[in-house]
């Protein structure tokens, strides 16, 4: 499926400066794939040691969180844009 | 300076910048302070010198260095709750009253009030946030008190006091079609794009920082001493972090003495992702969509959950929630009880309280504070057909006692007494 994936300012300097990105996956682990083989340098701001989505990225698919979507088994539609937004925690321990 | 952002998680230090989160590692910023130099400047002492309000905290929030506040926010009363103890089988009990709260009746105006300090520092002219309606309140407030223009977005169906309870600041307000969370994940990408201060995206590691002056005035109007517990009604889960690193900073500090507070959270069952996640002793918090008449608190995807539930886990305290019916009934309880009128959120939070005393979790003689975060005159609504207003009668004295026979079948006698 082709997809739109837009990047936030903060992690646009390890897309070269792009902000918008065309991809081809079906599912949530194809497209990280898809992103890492592509930027390099993206991938551990995607997923942490043990290949979960970071804990302060969201993602959303149309506006919607894809938690709420079937989460790494929602099936991507042609035309989904993807949105990647970090969680803005501000709390202590 | 005594104070700077660093990544929670890497450690990074980003010194004073409007920004919440680490580009290395994408984690949120924390203020993290220099205690050494701060140590001689925040003492009982020197506190007890300053105005009664949140400023007497300053050595402790993230301020600049020419700070002069201009609204004497917060110190707002630590009520004994005898009544309401009574109740709900407690015996020492208090109430932290934000409902009357300066400028605008909530705990909110303590965040703002730091956020705004900042945003001028940075010289930012736009101050905005997304809110669930108190935050609205406070942020347009200060703003029109220190000449910022604000754009305050909510989701559209919001309590009309709390609409109108900002326009009348004169703020610019987007009514967005959709949930809390779609309108604070859309606030992100708009404060990605435009150089404004959102004071809960990219000011909000200072605004959280506000939140703190709950926990030091808890400290000080019990004489310098630490609660058992402490009860405190979670959306985005800062509060209650903020009050433990408050008191932790005190121990650090050595105004009081070391001793183990149990923190305890307080949802709504319709929107409950911390509460949830503490019963089911998962770390995580899945994302819900609320659904409650506790409006304030109606953040189905917590920022701040993951730190809310650490910390509640780490004291021995534990998270409860309650129906919107018993939100009205928790309402009506603490006004019948305390003379203290709060919002739905104050609702969860007194429900919640008589829940965790009938599950032992709190036991009677320890020392409780309820956090009351809000005032109740902004959520009128919910109390519709509770209260009928009765047919009026005649200004003559036999009208009146005819009046107070027909009504008052049961105590008719003490009437004659009188």
């Keep these: 499926m082709s ?35 592509q930027f390099p ?8 040691e043990a290949g979960e989505i970071r804990r ?38 | 300076m005594t104070y700077e952002l660093r990544c929670r998680e890497c ?59 201009t609204l004497p926010v917060g110190f707002t009363p630590l009520l004994e709750a005898p009544r309401l103890a009574k109740q709900i089988g407690a015996k020492n009990l208090y109430v932290k009253n934000d409902a009357v709260c300066l400028p605008t009746l909530s705990f909110k105006d303590r965040v703002v009030a730091v956020a705004l300090a900042q945003a001028k520092e940075f010289g930012l002219d736009t101050v905005a946030c997304s809110s669930t309606g108190n935050l609205a309140n406070s942020t347009a407030a200060q703003a029109a008190r220190s000449g910022f223009k604000s ?21 610019k307000l987007v009514r967005i079609a959709g949930s809390y969370d779609q309108v604070n994940r859309l606030c992100s990408q708009i404060a990605d794009e435009r150089r404004w201060g959102f004071v809960n995206v990219n000011l909000r590691p200072y605004y959280a920082e506000g939140s703190k002056t709950v926990g030091f005035e808890i400290a000080e109007q019990l004489g310098w001493r630490l609660p058992d517990n402490v009860l405190v009604p979670m959306a985005g889960g800062s509060l209650i972090t903020k009050i433990k690193k408050a008191f ?19 949802q709504a069952t319709g929107c409950s992702p911390i509460s949830t996640a503490v019963k089911a002793h998962r770390d995580e918090i899945e994302p ?17 959950g993951h730190y ?43 429900g919640c309280a008589a829940k965790l005393y009938k599950q032992d979790r709190i036991l009677p003689d320890e020392t409780t504070v309820l956090c009351i975060t809000g005032n109740g005159l902004k959520t009128t609504d919910v109390l519709a057909g509770q209260y009928q207003a009765e047919a009026a009668i005649a200004p003559k004295l036999r009208d009146f006692n005819n009046y107070l026979e027909q009504t008052l079948d049961v105590t008719a006698a003490e009437t004659v007494e009188v």
């Excluded at chain 2, 910048?17 to 925040?42: M, T």
């Excluded at chain 2, 305050?152 to 600041?169: M, R, V």
Aim: proline share 6%; charged share 20%.
């Design chain 1, 41 to 48: 340098d993206l991938k551990p701001h995607l997923r942490d």
């Design chain 2, 248 to 266: 932790d900073e005190l121990i650090l500090l050595g105004l009081v003495t070391p001793k183990p507070v149990k923190f305890f959270g307080a």
């Design chain 2, 151 to 171: 754009w305050i977005f909510i989701p559209a169906d919001l309590e009309p006091a709390k609409i109108l309870g900002t326009q009348i600041f004169g703020a």
């Design chain 2, 11 to 69: 450690q990074k230090s980003w010194g004073n910048q409007p920004r919440s989160i680490c580009d290395e590692c994408f984690s949120p910023l924390e203020v993290s302070y220099d205690y050494d130099a701060i140590r001689p400047h925040f003492t009982r002492e020197r506190i007890a010198q300053g105005a009664p309000n949140m400023w007497r905290y300053s050595a402790l929030l993230p301020l600049p260095e020419d700070f002069r506040p």
């Design chain 1, 56 to 93: 302060f990225l969201n993602v959303y698919v149309n506006e919607e969180d894809i938690r709420f979507l079937g989460g790494t088994d929602y099936a991507f539609q042609d035309g989904d844009e993807v949105l990647l937004v970090p969680s803005i925690a501000g709390g202590a321990e």
């Design chain 1, 3 to 37: 997809i739109t994936v837009q990047i936030p300012t903060a992690l646009r300097r390890l897309t070269t400066g792009k902000a918008q990105i065309e991809c081809v996956a079906a599912n949530l682990n194809e497209l990280f794939s898809a992103l890492d083989s």
């Design chain 2, 308 to 350: 809310a539930i650490k910390a509640i886990n780490k004291s021995g305290g534990w998270a409860e929630d309650v129906s919107d019916a018993e939100v009205v009934e928790s309402i009506q309880l603490l006004a019948e009880t305390e003379g203290v009128f709060t919002e739905t959120a104050g609702g969860v939070t007194v």
């Design chain 2, 288 to 304: 819900q969509k609320a659904a409650t008449i506790a409006r304030s608190l109606a953040i189905g995807n917590p920022a701040d």
